[in-house]
C-alpha cells in the first residue's frame, strides 16, 4: 500500500472496475496495491516519489528527470489499465501499443521510445509473453 496524492491539487475520482472508487485530492491518501497504477494513470503522485522530487526542485535538469519519470509512471498506469481491460483499440494486432491512442490519453508529450520502454518494463511486470 502506498500513499497518493494529486499532483496538481484538483480531486481525482478513481474508479476500478471490481467496483472501488477512490477520490484522491491535496492530501495524502493510502490506497492498495492493486490501485496504484489507476492512480498514477490519473495524474496522481505517490510519497515515495514525490519525496525523490522534493529536494531537486531547485535544480532544473533534475526537475525535468523528475518529470520524465513520471510521465513514465503515468504511461505505464495506461498501458497496464488498457491491457487489462483487453481495449483493442489500444493496441496493433501484434500486442504492441499504438502511439496515437496513448498520447491521446495522456495529454502530455512522450516520445515513441518512452512508450516502448514502458511497455517492455509492463510486459515483464504482468507476465505478459511477447506474441
Same mark, same amino acid.
Given at each position: &500500500?502506498?500513499?497518493?496524492?494529486?499532483?496538481?491539487?484538483?480531486?481525482?475520482?478513481?474508479? =476500478?472496475?471490481?467496483?472501488?472508487?477512490?477520490?484522491?485530492?491535496n492530501e495524502w491518501k493510502t490506497v492498495p496495491s492493486h490501485a496504484e497504477s489507476a492512480?498514477?494513470?490519473?495524474?496522481?503522485?505517490?510519497?515515495?516519489?514525490?519525496?525523490?522530487?522534493?529536494?531537486?526542485?531547485?535544480?532544473? =535538469?533534475?526537475?525535468?528527470?523528475?518529470?520524465?519519470?513520471?510521465?513514465?509512471?503515468?504511461?505505464?498506469?495506461? =498501458?497496464?489499465?488498457?491491457?487489462?481491460?483487453?481495449?483493442?483499440?489500444?493496441?496493433?494486432?501484434?500486442?504492441?501499443?499504438?502511439?496515437?491512442?496513448?498520447?491521446? =490519453? &495522456?495529454?502530455?508529450?512522450?516520445?515513441?521510445? &518512452?512508450?516502448?520502454?514502458?511497455?517492455?518494463?509492463?510486459?515483464?511486470?504482468?507476465?505478459?509473453?511477447?506474441?
Amino acid at each position: &500500500m502506498k500513499k497518493f496524492k494529486s499532483v496538481d491539487g484538483s480531486v481525482k475520482r478513481i474508479a =476500478l472496475l471490481s467496483g472501488h472508487v477512490f477520490i484522491i485530492g491535496n492530501e495524502w491518501k493510502t490506497v492498495p496495491s492493486h490501485a496504484e497504477s489507476a492512480c498514477f494513470a490519473a495524474g496522481c503522485v505517490s510519497e515515495e516519489v514525490a519525496k525523490g522530487v522534493k529536494g531537486s526542485l531547485e535544480d532544473p =535538469l533534475k526537475l525535468h528527470a523528475a518529470k520524465g519519470e513520471l510521465t513514465k509512471l503515468k504511461l505505464k498506469g495506461y =498501458l497496464k489499465t488498457e491491457w487489462k481491460i483487453r481495449e483493442e483499440k489500444s493496441f496493433t494486432t501484434l500486442g504492441e501499443p499504438k502511439y496515437a491512442v496513448f498520447a491521446k =490519453l &495522456m495529454k502530455e508529450n512522450f516520445t515513441a521510445t &518512452m512508450l516502448k520502454a514502458c511497455w517492455k518494463e509492463v510486459r515483464v511486470e504482468l507476465r505478459i509473453n511477447k506474441k
